[in-house]
Antibody, heavy 117, light 111 residues
Framework: EVQLVESGGGLVQPGGSLRLSCAASGFTFSSYWMSWVRQAPGKGLEWVAN????????YYVDSVKGRFTISRDNAKNSLYLQMNSLRAEDTAVYYCANEWELAHDYWGQGTLVTVSS | QSVLTQPPSASGTPGQRVTISCSGSSSNIGSNTVNWYQQLPGTAPKLLIYSNNQRPSGVPDRFSGSKSGTSASLAISGLQSEDEADYYC????????????FGTGTKVTVL
């Protein structure tokens, strides 16, 4: 059974940092591009970033470029999102998802990040 | 800011057919395949349709997708109460250097 389990969310002050993790199991993690997608409270979905199988290519939505860094450890079947200089508008549930057939096939349950003083 | 536009809401009675539109541009829907996601209240999104009209294993054939030019649509036939959810279209966008864009989302209500 495919499982994606996010962790690391919480309450952080504006300007602070947080590192999200996503533990994958049930599929060959190293064979898939992986993405982070977020959803602000009561709002729609927003793609945040993705990373190639070997980590050699990474892409970000403009609003997080220079502040967020996506990475992966294939030996640990894990995906990460380092978030720095956090802003109130980064408050959201963050989901990790694998990419399959140019879509997002499996999703985690999400982890809530709240940026507030 | 979403670049794919959907109607905010749609509704129907059980058994009816409901259609949701998704309008984009030449750089996203016009150039790439469209996917649809279903998000039940309080849960993570679920892939419903990929590559314009393909259903992942386990998705009922009541759900169908189509694409024409820079627009796409999702149809739900034989509407059921458990279909009450938010639905999002999505596509890769060639003008945004490898970015993936979601639609604004449509809330489907079963009357």
């Amino acid at each position: 059974e495919v499982q994606l389990v996010e962790s690391g969310g919480g309450l952080v002050q504006p300007g602070g940092s947080l590192r999200l993790s996503c533990a994958a199991s049930g599929f060959t993690f190293s064979s898939y591009w992986m993405s982070w997608v977020r959803q602000a409270p009561g709002k729609g979905l927003e793609w945040v970033a993705n990373i190639k199988q070997d980590g050699s290519e990474k892409y970000y939505v403009d609003s997080v470029k220079g502040r967020f860094t996506i990475s992966r450890d294939n030996a640990k079947n894990s995906l990460y999102l380092q978030m720095n200089s956090l802003r109130a508008e980064d408050t959201a549930v963050y989901y990790c998802a694998n990419e399959w057939e140019l879509a997002h096939d499996y999703w985690g349950q999400g982890t809530l990040v709240t940026v507030s003083s | 800011q979403s670049v794919l536009t959907q109607p905010p809401s749609a509704s129907g009675t059980p058994g009816q057919r409901v259609t949701i539109s998704c309008s984009g541009s030449s750089s996203n829907i016009g150039s790439n395949t469209v996917n649809w996601y279903q998000q039940l209240p309080g849960t993570a999104p679920k892939l419903l349709i990929y590559s314009n009209n393909q259903r992942p294993s386990g998705v009922p054939d009541r759900f169908s997708g189509s694409k024409s030019g820079t627009s796409a649509s999702l149809a739900i036939s034989g509407l059921q109460s458990e279909d009450e959810a938010d639905y999002y279209c999505a596509a890769w966008d060639d003008s945004l250097n490898g970015h993936y864009v979601f639609g604004t989302g449509t809330k489907v209500t079963v009357l």
